[in-house]
């Protein structure tokens, strides 16, 4: 019997993942991952060389393709990205200067320029938090700092649109990565208005094509099965960026459904039949297939990073064991939960231990993670149980900032890994948290995304029914309700009081001699 493969691609800000995966399953065939090769030529610089993202985009295809069975059919490519950032052809397709990635800051001056005169009307058009990193302003800032280049942009598009445009030599892009380029967001639609802001008027037909996120974009061309081993003609989907292609490929595809990406950061997204703009000014809103809409809050500092923070920081015996491979982390985390109690004995944490400050469900540069309710009795157990809390109260804080019900929630990343965080957050959120079995949700995604296009299943709820299996299930334990209420009330109520506090600490942080 043949296998049949899709092969999705996911070009992420850090590494890049490629995998084959199996349409009548959902296995996982093959995989192959790179560093992403980026550069930092100045402070808030973040830069690729396109040619060179590509060159390594491929490479990681033609290992993946070079691990199949010799009766494996590859029926579609799926591509995904992360969003936001410039990538820049001229009329020959050449790139005009390296990409700017979504993490660069060069720009901060002009939105700030544009923000000041801005009262909420870019949130109430795009739906997204004003950041750097997106198109709009980073276009005014090479039409004003390099004026050539400007002239010389025939196209602009995201990530994986050019990862697509060289597998198929078709310039265009679709509706999730409309969603950062100057978009209406309840219309679905290019914002003119948005780009007029910026001073950006002539750059509206360096937009492409826009496309829908399920449609075939084209097919492997002669020269991209040269570099990549894909064979020419192969079908390629028009692809989808990262937030939608990870939502995808944990099945959170209906009302009532979201997903929590527990990484470095919380991430926190669920889609609707409608649009919605709440809270304003915060978060992000991108589009999704089949005429839906994604709301996505994301507390950039509260995730991977405060568990390993406090053990790197408070646990130095416990770091020496694990560089002794002695321990895990896991099992760490494991001994303290069974140690302690829930409520840590009264120790709160605020998990805002990001530069950035609190990015959800307020906005507030100045925030800073905090332990509130340390006594002499407590141990490296007690701060590891209120991280892995904090963390739950911020997701549960985020959920509630949202105007819709939340049923269950999938969650991903490297902390869904750990059972007892996993069920902390059930309890906390009293929802039911489901752990899909899938490495790589945002390849995934694009694969189903693919597989649809070229026709391989009728829909994508069909799709993800066959291709994603559901792994564990934690349900919440009521007899934590009542206590978990009463510590998220306590978590919310002393935030008032950090407030006050931040802008003055972050003062002080200014004058610390280094």
């Given amino acids: ?12 800000t850090s590494t890049l993942k490629t995998a084959a995966i199996d349409v009548a399953s959902g296995r996982f065939v093959a995989e192959a991952g790179a560093r992403t090769p980026s550069s930092f030529p100045h402070p808030g610089f973040h830069e690729e060389d396109a040619d060179g993202t590509w060159s390594a985009v491929a490479s990681t295809i033609r290992t993946v393709v070079g691990a199949l069975p010799e009766e494996a059919a590859i029926v579609a490519v799926g591509v995904t990205g992360h969003m936001g950032g410039v990538w820049a052809i001229d009329e ?21 320029r544009v923000v000041e005169a801005d009262d909420g009307r870019m949130f109430a058009i795009g739906g997204n938090a004003i950041v750097p990193g997106t198109p709009y302003p980073l276009l005014a800032w090479i039409k004003e700092h390099e004026p050539e280049n400007y002239r010389r942009i025939s196209t602009f598009f995201m990530a994986k649109d050019y990862v ?16 950062f ?15 007029a802001m910026f001073g950006l008027d002539d750059a509206v037909e360096k937009l492409p094509r826009i496309g829908r996120s399920i449609d ?17 003609g192969t079908p390629v989907g028009a692809g989808t960026g990262d937030a939608t292609a990870n939502m995808l490929g944990t099945g959170a595809t209906a009302d009532g459904q979201a997903v929590t990406t527990l990484g470095t950061s919380l991430m926190n997204g669920t ?8 809270p304003e000014g915060v978060g992000f809103g991108f589009l999704m297939p089949n005429s839906r809409w994604q709301r996505q809050i994301s507390n950039s500092g509260g995730g991977t990073l405060c568990l390993d923070w406090v ?31 829930p409520g840590a004995c009264g120790l709160l944490f605020h998990p805002y231990l990001n530069t950035a400050g609190a990015t959800a469900p307020f906005v507030d540069v100045n925030a800073r993670g905090s332990l509130v309710g340390l006594t002499p009795e407590m141990t490296c157990d007690h701060m590891i149980r209120a991280v892995l809390e904090g963390t739950a109260m911020s997701i549960r804080h985020c959920y509630e900032a949202m105007p819709v019900p939340i049923d269950t929630i999938r969650l991903t990343g490297g902390g869904a890994r750990s059972r007892v965080w996993a069920q902390i957050i059930s309890d906390v959120l009293q929802k039911t948290i489901i752990v899909p079995d899938v490495s790589e949700s945002g390849a995934l995604g694009a694969a189903l995304l693919a597989a649809v296009a070229a026709g391989e299943f009728p829909d994508l709820d069909t799709a993800a029914d066959h291709t994603i ?23 919310r109520d002393t935030l008032p009081a950090l407030r006050r506090l931040w802008p003055s600490l972050a003062r002080a942080r200014t004058t610390v001699p280094v």
């Fill in 92 to 112: 020959n397709g050449e790139p005009v200067r390296p990409a700017i990635c979504w993490p660069d800051s060069r720009a901060v001056s002009i939105l700030d």
């Fill in 1 to 12: 019997m043949t296998l049949r493969v899709v092969i999705g691609i996911d070009k992420g």
């Fill in 164 to 179: 697509n445009y060289r597998l198929t030599g078709v310039i265009a892009t679709e509706e999730s990565d409309l969603s």
């Fill in 311 to 341: 053990v790197e920081t408070f646990c130095p015996e416990i770091v020496e064991r694990i560089a002794a491979d002695e321990t895990t982390l896991g099992a760490v985390v494991d001994a303290a939960i069974a140690n302690t109690e």
């Fill in 271 to 278: 889609s609707t039949d409608h649009p919605i703009f709440e």
């Fill in 216 to 232: 075939l974009l084209g097919y492997v061309t002669e020269s991209a099965a040269a570099e990549t081993g894909l064979p020419a």
């Fill in 469 to 491: 299996p559901i792994g564990r299930v934690h349900e919440p334990n009521p007899a934590n309700a009542d206590l978990y209420d009463r510590v998220f009330a306590e978590y």
């Fill in 181 to 195: 380029a100057p978009c209406d967001f309840a219309g679905r639609c290019r914002s003119d208005e948005l780009f």
